[in-house]
């Protein structure tokens, strides 16, 4: 009689190992020790959802590039504002309705700086830059005047939403500025200062 060959009993195959992280569950309520990681934090910062834009807002804005001589006559000095967050800007405000720009930057400027004894020499040109605020989308176009200083004893004073006003040479206000299209104004008054042509 012949021997049936016995079939040696199949060996488990091992299941495939699960990926650490990839079925983790997150407990209903974490305990109050909990601290997501920096990772954590990181993804809910860049992946959290904005709400779609339901409107478009024209902001029309107007403000100055305000200078002055130092007293040797040598440099020219602009004045900067130092707005909530550190930035160095120039004084603008929004036009206000019955206002033309010009009245608007004249306005700002003894608003946001205290200075009164002014006089706006010309127009140097509009730059604009949007922003959004919530479901809407600002599109903001600000025009920009060149603005002499009169009076070397009339002091700049900053208004409670600053952390700063404060004259700079022109060189160093080239570098304080924070946007690229007022620095580009900036040289175009130079110009005109120099020149007298305005």
Known sequence: MTKTPQIPPRKKTPEPRKRQ???LKVPEALPKQYKPSPITKFRETVFKKKPAIQEIVRE????GIVFRLSKDKRDIEILLIQDSKNRWTIPKGHIEPGETAKQTAIREIGEEAGLFHINTLCWLGKIHFKYRR??????????IYLVHSLDPRETPTKEKWMN???WFKFADALDAIEYEDIEKLMLIAKKKIRSGEY
């Open 164 to 166: 700063g006003i404060k």
């Open 21 to 23: 992280g990839s079925n």
């Open 134 to 143: 919530l479901d809407k989308l600002v599109l903001m176009t600000t025009q």
């Open 60 to 63: 029309p804005t107007a403000g």
